[in-house]
């Protein structure tokens, strides 16, 4: 009997190394397990509910081999060279703070359905911050030219505020160009982003840290290690699947009933409660001009408003056929008939609000409170259907990127200019 148990322990004794031989093996030489982190493209930021996480390697839309991948700094930034708090002399420092568009990414779902093109995130290169920092260059050949993408997709103006105080302004930057809009929409309708911000905190980004800690803590048997990689890629898996299923309801849209007579209904309503949105925006000036920083305003380019390009016939497609509005994927608690009037509400506001109202209305409040402005469908009017610009309902295509930059870069050449002006005519007086 005794030497039947030893049989059977000294059997599993050498299973269990088997085992462990083999993780081992599985570890180090499939490329399934060979992340070592960091594991998500976020962390909690107490100040501004999260941050792209230092160090993440994301996947890079490139136009040819010879340009990086984007690899986020230290400080949660995107930028050609390792940047420093302290200013070089004769430098122009120029951040961008904004959402997905703005940070590079690419196609989302489910457009590619429609037509397809790359996912990631462009290469700093190509992307509008690395175009605007090409054109400046060559525009100030002698000047040291920084331009630091600071932005983060999902990214909403009032964390891009709290951002600014907690980080950004530490760096003495020259100008600010905040790029917003389509991440505002529930604040444009009145809601509070705080709040949001804090459920956001509470429910999602504590978990999603807790879950970074276990993954970086080293098991020391190998197996454990294995079985802790495959259940976050299990994980991963079943929650692609599940974008899947929840994007793929955003094809089944009428954009007939997104009409004219029920946006007159809710008009004055809107007109009212964003406040809410323009007054972060006079904030974000204010904090400006208290370091003497430049602030320029934009909204983003947006697929779904009227005053735009010349829409291509693939644009015309992703316009009519998919909804640009995924309340579902954002908040999945809410009953169906409070998500669809939420969307529904989303897309009038994108279709005739912006174009009949807020526009016209942060235009106005940059002349009385001395901000630069620039709304970018309607510098867009002039171009083409041949020309295409949108890969979705507003992330864009590489010749986007470039002509936003040109845009910006005109924009910035006249701060540059007037900044002279007024310096030239102090020291005259």
Known sequence: MKKKVLIISLITIVLLILVEISSIIILKFSSKFKNDGPYFNREISCFYVYRNTPGFKHNTIKLNDKENDIIIDEYGFINSEQIYKEKPANCLRIFITGGSAAFGSGQARPYNKIIKYQTGIYSYEFSIAGNLKSILQKEFPNKKIEVINACSSG??????????????????????????GMNDLLTIYGNSPFAEDEKNLKERYIELKVMNE?????????????????????????????FEELTAKLLDYDPNKISIQKYQKIKDNLT??????????????????TDNTKFVFCLQPLLYRNINKELSTSELKMKNKVNPINISLSQPELGEKEIMEMEQTGDLILRF??????????????????????????????????????????????????????????????????????EFETDFY
Not at 158 to 179: E, G, H, V, W
Not at 226 to 237: E, P
Not at 280 to 287: A, F, K, T, V
Not at 384 to 395: I, K, L, Q, R, W
């Open 155 to 180: 990214r909403k103006i009032n964390q891009n505020i709290t951002q600014y105080l907690a980080l950004i302004k530490d760096f003495s930057p020259d100008i600010i160009i905040s790029i917003d």
């Open 214 to 242: 276990s993954l970086e803590q080293k098991d020391w048997l190998a197996t454990s290690e294995l079985i802790k990689k495959i259940n976050f890629n299990n994980m991963k898996d079943n929650q692609s699947k599940d």
């Open 272 to 289: 009212k409660n964003c406040d809410e949105f323009t007054d972060l925006i006079l904030y974000y000036n204010s904090l400006c001009k």
């Open 353 to 422: 609000f912006f174009d009949d109202v807020l526009s016209n209305k942060i235009d106005s409040l940059s002349k009385k409170h001395k901000f630069y402005y620039i709304d970018f469908n309607k510098e867009i009017t002039n171009i083409d259907n041949s020309t295409e610009f949108y890969v979705d309902y507003c992330h864009l295509t590489f010749e986007a990127n470039k002509i936003v930059a040109e845009i910006l870069a005109r924009k910035v050449i006249k701060i540059l200019t007037d900044s002279a002006e007024v």
